[in-house]
């Protein structure tokens, strides 16, 4: 067990190191790479100076380290634009984005899981097919599109919902605060939802085949105690690794909820960065999203060896 | 077979030789495509949207730029049969000429993701060893980089023209691709006619390009027909924001960003591209499924 936490702990130290190179590549690969930041009425004396004290004539290797110790302490430098520390940017935006995409994984994960049992255990019903339509349109179905029409329906047509913001200016009483939230988290959920729906289908489905299942069938176990005692274990363990899998895309999925809805996180930071092109934020952003979703894969990668004994028994 | 059928097939045995039916690889597809209908219906959406986008210049009654501002926001005439949108140009124009930008980002990306998913995962699954963890590592990195972050800073760095956005999806989907391609190889590189080519002296790039890779056509085929999909959602996406297809350009997504401010006025602006894209994106997922169902045999008689 710890010899495994230990071969997991490596490599994501190793996918954190890759990414790093990527991101660095990246900024010098860029056409004018981080002189982008001078200021054009400069002299190329005043230029010189400056490229020497940002260390920009150091040796490759040497710009790399010092970029990295500087990112390992959370030195992400400054906003083109705001003239602020990219980091404090990004802890502000923090929590709306964490309340966000916590609210759309838990919609997904409290109706996609019991949509998918419901399907598997009717297979080939109505209601299978009925599930299975309709995770099939939430996966085609482009989050932004959905917002639009979202807003079209409860906020334009109903008038039910505001369409914008975290909370009235002036309000921000908790029922204010859902009421904002609702709209947003539906968005955020549904590609989740779907694609949770389909494969804790395909996974109860795999587990319902097997052998002890009819073993606990001809047994004369009623269909509830055997998919709840017995498939339910079995059937949700790949659906936990697949929750940790989610989680990019989830984050990704942020960028466009928020901007939508005018949420105010870390997705709408990125694309109002990208609009700017203010790229020191925009790669702290991806470099800190990095870092939490490699943090909760290990997590998942935990839970699914505490869950399932096999690992263990495995290298 | 009864005892009547049988003693008729004995005497028709001795004029006829019986033969096994036989059926071409491609006979024996459509037999097994053709019995799902949703897939064919996909399949017919799908070759439909791509003739018309393409013939766009000719269909399309009206430049996807003209503006005529003495009538926008029409909602429909004889002139403009879907309405106009806030500059007054022809929406079903810019249907069409989007469509051709959807499609072609969507399948030049994917084109990208094989070119490079797959030597990286022939590679993987074929030498084993050190080569297979340096390059399994950098594909797990690549899965653990929230994609549509990486998108938006490569856009920031290089700027987003028509060639950056089709390389940065490209370049960012092709994880997929080399991991099937590895499980693929993996799983035939130690089939008895891969040794027997070994043993005749064959080059590695022989046996891969020639004996291996030809195995797992059918599972990058699957592979790159959900990606098309994944690939419009993404152009898309990214056209909606602002960073993706600039505008006078049409592109599905970009027809959207103007429509959210007029979704008092003119939802009816946001809905017809929307359907395009959900439409298209529906029937690639599902002949994707189809095709997975159809061309991989261990799925075969469930």
Known sequence: MGAYILRRLFHSVIVLFIISIVTFALIKAAPGGPGLLMDPTLTPQDREKMAEGLGLNDPVPVQYIKWVSNAVQGDFGRSIMQKRPVMDLITERIPATIELAGAGLALAVVTGIPLGLIAARRANSIWDRLIVLLGTLGIAIPGFWFAILLIILFSVQLGWLPSAGRMTIGDGSAIDRIQHLILPTLVIALYSLAQLTYFTRSSMLEVLRADYIRTARTKGLTERVILVRHALRNGLIPVVTMLGLMIPRLVGGAVITETVFGWPGMGRLAADAAFQRDYPVIMGITIVISAIVIVSNLLTDLAYSLIDPRIQLGR | ?302
């Open chain 2, 1 to 302: 077979m009864n005892v009547a059928e049988s003693q008729a097939e004995g005497t028709r045995a001795n004029l006829l030789v019986r033969v096994p039916v036989y059926r071409s690889p491609l006979a024996d597809f459509w037999m097994r495509f053709k019995t799902n209908r949703f897939a064919v219906v996909s399949a017919a959406f799908l070759i439909f949207i791509h003739i018309v986008s393409l013939l766009a210049p000719w269909i399309a009654p009206y430049t996807p730029e003209r503006i005529d501002l003495n009538n926008p926001l029409v909602r429909f005439s004889s002139d403009y049969i879907l309405g106009t949108d806030e500059n007054g140009r022809d929406v079903f124009s810019r249907l069409l000429f989007g469509g051709r930008v959807s499609l072609i980002v969507g399948l030049a990306a994917v084109a990208i993701s094989i070119i490079v998913g797959t030597p990286l995962g022939a590679i993987a699954g074929y030498a084993a060893g050190w080569a297979d963890a340096v390059i399994m590592r950098i594909t797990d990195a690549f899965l653990a980089i929230p994609t549509f972050f990486l998108l938006l800073t490569i856009l920031t760095l290089f700027g987003n023209s028509l060639t950056n956005i089709v390389l940065v999806i490209g370049l960012t989907s092709w994880m997929a691709v080399a991991r099937i391609v590895r499980g693929e190889v993996l799983k035939t590189k130690n089939e008895e006619f891969v040794t027997a080519a070994r043993v005749m002296g064959a080059s590695a790039t022989r046996i891969v390009v020639r004996h291996v890779l030809p195995q797992a056509i059918p599972s990058i085929i699957v592979s790159a027909t959900l990606g098309v999909a994944f690939a419009i959602l993404t152009e898309s996406s990214l056209s909606f924001l602002g960073l993706g297809i600039q505008p006078p350009l049409p592109s599905w997504g970009n027809m959207l960003t103007a429509s959210q401010y007029y979704v008092w006025s003119a939802p009816r602006l946001a809905v017809y591209p929307g359907v395009l894209i959900v439409l298209t994106v529906l029937a690639y997922n599902t002949l994707g499924n189809a095709l997975r169902d159809v061309l991989d045999p261990r799925l075969r008689g469930r």
